[in-house]
C-alpha cells in the first residue's frame, strides 16, 4: 500500500510538471484573419504614411494604435516615410470587455471549492462572472495605392481571450492580419502570433 501511494505521488507530480512545462511557453495570440489584396507584389518603393479618419483626427489614442501597428507594417516590408510616400495605411481596433464563456452568469452554488460565489447583490465567497476577464478584440488595416487612389489590401483579424494587455495583444494581432502580405491566401484562416517575452 505504501508502494502504491508513492507511485501515486510521483504519477501526480509528474504531471505536474509537464503541466507547468507546457504553460512556461509563449501564449500564442489565436486570431481569425481574412485579408482581400489586389497586389501580386508589393512594387518599390514600398513607402507608406498613415491616413486618419475625421473620427480620428482627434483621437488621442489613435497615434498609440499606429506604434502598435508600426512593427506588423515594418515586418511586412513597408517602410514609413511620411514625406514621399507610396501608399496610405489606415489602422482601427476594437476591444470589448465580455463576459467569460467559461463563467455561469446564473450560478451562484459552490465553484471550484471556494465557496459560494458573489453575484449581482448576493453575497457569498469567491468571485463573479465579471471577476474572470474575457475580451474580444478587432483590428483592421487598409491599404492604399496613393498615385491610384484604389485600395490594394485590406485585412481584418478578430479574436477573443483572457488578457487584460492590450498593447501587446493588438500588435500581435496586426501582424497576424498583415501575415502574408501582398498577397495573402483567400478565405478565412487562423494564425497565431507569439507574444513578445
Known amino acids: 500500500m505504501g508502494r502504491l501511494k508513492q507511485r501515486m505521488s510521483l504519477a501526480l507530480a509528474g504531471a505536474a510538471l ?7 511557453g509563449p501564449y500564442l495570440v489565436d486570431s481569425r484573419v481574412q485579408a482581400f489584396t489586389g497586389l501580386p507584389a508589393l512594387p518599390a518603393p514600398p513607402t507608406y ?16 494604435l499606429e506604434s502598435l501597428a508600426d512593427p ?15 501608399y496610405s495605411v489606415q489602422v482601427t481596433a476594437r476591444t470589448q470587455r465580455v463576459l467569460s464563456p467559461w463563467s455561469d ?20 465567497f469567491g468571485f463573479s462572472s465579471w471577476d474572470q476577464p474575457w475580451f474580444e478584440r478587432e483590428v483592421a ?6 498615385p491610384s487612389q484604389k485600395v490594394v489590401f485590406e485585412s481584418r483579424a478578430a479574436g477573443d481571450g483572457p488578457l487584460r494587455d ?10 497576424a492580419a498583415l501575415q502574408g502580405f501582398p498577397n495573402a491566401p483567400p478565405g478565412v484562416r487562423r494564425v497565431e502570433v507569439p507574444l513578445p517575452q
Open 166 to 175: 492590450s498593447p501587446s495583444v493588438l500588435t500581435a494581432m496586426f501582424e
Open 18 to 24: 509537464l503541466l507547468l512545462a507546457g504553460c512556461a
Open 141 to 146: 488595416v487598409v491599404v492604399r495605392d496613393l
Open 72 to 86: 506588423a507594417l515594418s515586418k511586412a516590408g513597408l517602410r514609413r516615410d511620411d514625406g514621399a510616400a507610396r
Open 105 to 124: 452568469p446564473w450560478d451562484w452554488g459552490w465553484g471550484m471549492g471556494f465557496g459560494r460565489r458573489f453575484h449581482r447583490g448576493h453575497f457569498g
Open 49 to 64: 504614411r498613415f491616413e486618419r479618419l475625421p473620427s480620428q483626427q482627434a483621437d488621442p489614442g489613435q497615434t498609440l
